[in-house]
C-alpha cells in the first residue's frame, strides 16, 4: 500500500476530484446560461419593439433565480449582446452552409447574398429587429458601429473572390460586407422584405466591386 502510494504523484487524486467536480459545475452554468439566452430571447421575440423584458421577467421564464442570472452576466445589457453576438455565430454559420453547396465562386457569392439579406424576411427579421432594438442598436441615426457580423461575413467571401480574379480579397470582401450588411439594416430598420431581384442586384454590385488583376502584357 505504502509503495503504491510512493509511486503514485503527489495531489495527483485530489486534482482528479478537483478537475471532475469543476467539469460538472461547468455543465450546470452551460446549462443555466442556454437556458437564460433561450428564456430573453423568447420574450424578446414575443414583445418585439413593444417593450423590454426585465431580468425579472427573463429569470422567471428559465426557472432559475438572480443569483443565477448574475452569476453570469452582470447586467441585462450583458445578455443581450450575448443574444446578438449568439445570432451572428448562427448567420455566419448558416451562410458559409449555404455557400458550401454552390457549384461556382458566382453562385457562392448569390448564396452569400441570399443569407445575409435573409434576416430581414419573416420572423427572422421579427426576431432580429427586437433582439437589435433591445440592445439600442437598431436605430434611424447613422450606423456607428453595427452589432452585424459584417467582418466575420466577409471572410467568407475571400476565397470565392480570389477564384473569381480579385487582386486584394480581403479588401473587396470588407468592402462589400459592409456594404451589404448595411442594406440588411435599412431592410430591418424599414421593415421591408428584400425580393429576389433585390437579391440579383446586391450580387451584381458585388461582382462590380472586384479589384480585378491587371492582364499580364
Known amino acids: 500500500m505504502s509503495e503504491n502510494n510512493a509511486a503514485r504523484p503527489a495531489g495527483d487524486i485530489a486534482s482528479r476530484i478537483a478537475a471532475r467536480t469543476l467539469a460538472d459545475r461547468e455543465a450546470v452554468y452551460a446549462g443555466e446560461v442556454r437556458r437564460l439566452l433561450d428564456a430573453a430571447l423568447e420574450l424578446i421575440r414575443v414583445a418585439g419593439t413593444g417593450a423590454r423584458p426585465r431580468v425579472a421577467d427573463i429569470v422567471a421564464a428559465a426557472g432559475l433565480s438572480n443569483d443565477a442570472f448574475y452569476r453570469h452576466f452582470p447586467s441585462k445589457d450583458a445578455l443581450i449582446a450575448?443574444?446578438?453576438?449568439?445570432?451572428?455565430?448562427?448567420?455566419?454559420?448558416?451562410?458559409?452552409?449555404?455557400?458550401?453547396?454552390?457549384?461556382?465562386?458566382?453562385?457562392?457569392?448569390?448564396?452569400?447574398?441570399?443569407?445575409?439579406?435573409?434576416?430581414?424576411?419573416?420572423?427572422?427579421?421579427?426576431?432580429?429587429?427586437?433582439?437589435?432594438?433591445?440592445?439600442?442598436?437598431?436605430?434611424p441615426a447613422i450606423d456607428t458601429g453595427s452589432p452585424l457580423p459584417s467582418g466575420r461575413l466577409a471572410l467568407l467571401l475571400h476565397h470565392p473572390f480570389t477564384e473569381l480574379g480579385s487582386a486584394e480579397p480581403e479588401f473587396d470582401a470588407s468592402l462589400v460586407a459592409h456594404a451589404t450588411v448595411g442594406r440588411l439594416s435599412d431592410y430591418l430598420w424599414r421593415r421591408e422584405e428584400p425580393t429576389a431581384a433585390d437579391v440579383d442586384r446586391v450580387t451584381a454590385f458585388c461582382l462590380r466591386s472586384l479589384t480585378l488583376r491587371q492582364a499580364e502584357s
Open 82 to 139: 450575448v443574444l446578438i453576438e449568439d445570432g451572428a455565430d448562427r448567420l455566419v454559420s448558416y451562410v458559409a452552409h449555404r455557400m458550401d453547396k454552390q457549384d461556382s465562386p458566382r453562385e457562392a457569392v448569390r448564396a452569400w447574398v441570399q443569407g445575409v439579406l435573409s434576416q430581414a424576411a419573416d420572423d427572422t427579421a421579427t426576431t432580429t429587429r427586437a433582439v437589435l432594438w433591445n440592445g439600442g442598436a437598431l436605430t
